[in-house]
């Protein structure tokens, strides 16, 4: 195997490493109850084997997760622009 096949082999694998370790993008709260940071910690570090977060867990102990829809996700981000130059101003 070539220097070059390796290089590429090892960002490759970098690249799935990082991206299976990208965190949840759940968001955590409690229904018409109010809590502090630090409950929510103590909830979640009890609610976690190993790096991974047990949802059901999580729900047992009254917090609902609210996961972002895919139409919040792209509403965030701006429109593009026009590439033709005529519509430019």
């Known amino acids: 195997m070539s220097t070059r096949s390796r290089v590429l082999t090892w960002?490759?694998?970098?690249?799935?490493?990082?991206?299976?370790?990208?965190?949840?993008?759940?968001?955590?709260?409690?229904?018409?109850?109010?809590?502090?940071?630090?409950?929510?910690?103590?909830d979640h570090a009890a609610c976690s084997k190993k790096g991974d977060l047990d949802e059901a867990c999580m729900r047992s102990k009254g917090w609902v997760d609210l996961k972002p829809s895919r139409g919040d996700r792209t509403a965030d981000t701006p429109p593009p622009q026009p590439q033709d130059w005529r519509y430019r101003r």
Do not use: D, H, L
């Open 11 to 42: 960002c490759f694998a970098a690249g799935v490493v990082t991206g299976c370790a990208a965190p949840s993008e759940s968001q955590w709260m409690k229904v018409n109850e109010s809590y502090t940071t630090a409950e929510f910690q103590r």
